[in-house]
């Protein structure tokens, strides 16, 4: 009888072992993009024409948040093929 148990522990294994790799695949597919930078509220400029104003620094963290999507995604795209 332990040889039947152990049969059938030995065929779940299998099989979770099997889910839990396709799990991983699965994961491994999925890209995880970093939140984009958050924008600024109304209220946030005070329209006085400061050097550093918060859309400046806005706009900046932008352009560097395309850029790295972009990489994310043409790194995704060639792993895919």
Do not use: F, H
């Amino acid at each position: 009888m332990a040889d039947v148990a152990d049969k059938g522990t030995k065929a779940g294994d299998d099989e979770s072992s099997a889910l839990k790799g396709g799990k991983k695949e699965e994961e491994e597919e999925k890209v995880v993009l970093p939140p984009p930078p958050e924008k600024p509220l109304p209220g946030d400029c005070c329209g006085s024409g400061c050097v550093r104003c918060v859309w400046d620094i806005y706009y900046e963290e932008l352009e560097d948040y395309n850029k790295l999507v972009s990489e994310i995604k043409s790194k995704s795209d060639s792993a895919s093929k």
